[in-house]
């Protein structure tokens, strides 16, 4: 029983996302190595990656200033 009890505490475990929470319209770098990375923004508390269709050097210069970097 106790197995089986160790097993299903495992399960639901595995089940559940652990997701950390953050502040509508915060920008960070996913996986930075120095100073660059895969840009993230909070949507609805949230983190989720940007897509790079219409992106420019104007929305690369504002991400940097708000991470703290000297712009693009």
Excluded: H
Excluded at 57 to 66: E, F
Aim: aromatic share 12%.
């Amino acid at each position: 029983k106790m197995l089986q009890f160790v097993f299903l505490i495992l399960l639901l475990s595995a089940s559940v996302q652990f997701t950390e929470s953050c502040t509508d319209g915060s920008v960070r770098l996913a996986n930075p190595s120095l100073s660059y990375g895969a840009v993230e923004a909070c949507t609805n508390g949230s983190w989720g990656s940007i897509c790079s269709d219409f992106w420019n050097n104007n929305d690369a210069s504002v991400v940097c200033k708000q991470l703290g970097y000297s712009p693009y």
